[in-house]
């Protein structure tokens, strides 16, 4: 469980800060004198701090900087009751996370105390890079042994330690903020801020207020100071995902920082300096992007000191294996559900899925399977719709085996193609079952499902049939009603 130290020689606020928390799972402590709050923090190992700024007997920048020494990461939000917030500020740039003026609101706790633990679970759980589908308790893992995945971890050893901008690009879902994390906890800044903003989720200004922070009355509804992510981060690593969604005002901004690590906050006129490694990531063809006058070329090429390319789900061959036995332990642990394995059918089912979500669709769809269980194997009757319906579609075929598909190309050759694509050292056995599950499909179809005729013709036992479908995880329901379809 999260714990959060309140330190405020005002009880009414540690009881305020508790019952805005009390429904979010995070333990409150808290300590009336900065003397008192350091022992707690030494004690406790906390995730995120409350301060008061103006404690009667302690200076509370000097209780920043002790704060920050004990742990450079951990996320301190600063109270106050004065409007004027150049102390709030002056500690910000000290290392802390953000300021709140009195009187408190419970929302704005809620809000403030959610986005500092989700800082501190990024920046504290490392980014193991392993070969194999191990869990690990103390970090997230990269699961995955492809060729793929392996240039990858050789381009993150290659950069990290390189103080330079890294761009990563990627399909939505291939994990690309988990690579920026294995970069950061790799650098040279691992014992500094870490900081991700998603580009494609605010608005033009509320992204550079964000980014750049703003001054007070700089447009409507800023009615205090703000201190933006570019400041906080000052001496760490910032996460830019989604980079081509930023506006040209934006990008300027951005570019004028890369080239000279300074900028002004909206509506100032201050310049402030900054020493901020940026990784960024984007799933947008940004080249395309420069000849349809929509990015800056002057910033790409800043962006992308150094490119690393995360393959998607379907090019990573075996990997998915691996991740989905990760997940099933890690779920499994996480929901309490006593699920111990995957049956032969519903993992032919994952494998055959072509997952355009990638690894967190992949996540979404073992997480609502293992809710749906109620024994201690997943079966097909556990997984999303959208699966099941897709491999019924692949699995029952309405053409011939090398015949030509719906779009007026070849099964076969698309098979080969997408086999050859992911560099398969197993063609042959994956060619003969795939020609031998469309041939079973085939005289299955024939015959309206009646085993005994199907195995007949194909001059087997029925028992053997039986044995095939279930290992090639034939479903005779999907077979039947494709039958009724097609001779209707």
Known sequence: ?????????DRAVARLVAKALEDADVEVVSAETGEDGLDLLRQTNPDVVLLDIMLPEANGLELAQ?????DAKLPVIFITSS??????????????????IKPLGIEQIQDLVERALATRRLMQSPVILEE???????????????????????????????DVAVLIRGESGTGKELIARAIYHHSKRS???????????LSDTLLESELFGHEKGAFTGANQQHIGKFEQCNGGTIFLDEVGDMSPKTQAKVLRLLQEQRFERVGGTQTIEVDVRVVSATNRDLEQMVKDGEYRLDLLHRLNAFEIHLPALRDRGQDLQLLIKHFLARFKRELNKEVHGVSDQAME?????????????????????????????????????????????????????????????????????????????DLYAEALEWMERRLLT?????????????????GITRGSLRHKIKSLGISIENVVRDSEEVDD
Not at 85 to 98: P, T
């Open 83 to 100: 409007e004027d917030s150049s102390v709030a500020i002056e500690a910000m740039k000290l290392g802390a996370y953000d300021y709140v």
């Open 66 to 70: 002790k704060i920050h020494h004990l």
């Open 1 to 9: 469980m999260p714990t959060a130290i309140v330190i405020d020689d």
């Open 191 to 201: 014992e500094q801020c870490f900081l991700a903003v998603n580009c494609a989720a």
């Open 442 to 458: 085939h005289v299955l179809q024939k015959h309206s499902g009646n085993q005994s005729k199907a195995a007949t013709e194909l």
């Open 132 to 162: 194999s589908s191990a869990s690990s308790p103390d970090g997230d893992l990269l699961v995955g042994r492809s060729p793929e995945l392996l240039e990858v971890y050789k381009q993150i050893g290659r950069v990290a330690a390189q």
């Open 349 to 425: 089912l994952l494998l055959q899925y072509d997952w355009p979500g990638n690894i967190r669709e992949l996540q979404g769809s073992l997480r609502k399977s293992i809710l749906m269980t109620t024994g201690p194997v997943l079966v097909p009757e556990c997984l999303p719709d959208a699966i099941r319906e897709h491999n019924a579609n692949a699995i029952a075929p309405r053409a011939a085996v090398g015949g030509a598909s719906a779009d007026g190309g070849s099964e076969w050759e698309r098979f080969i193609q997408e086999r050859e694509a992911s560099k398969s050292t």
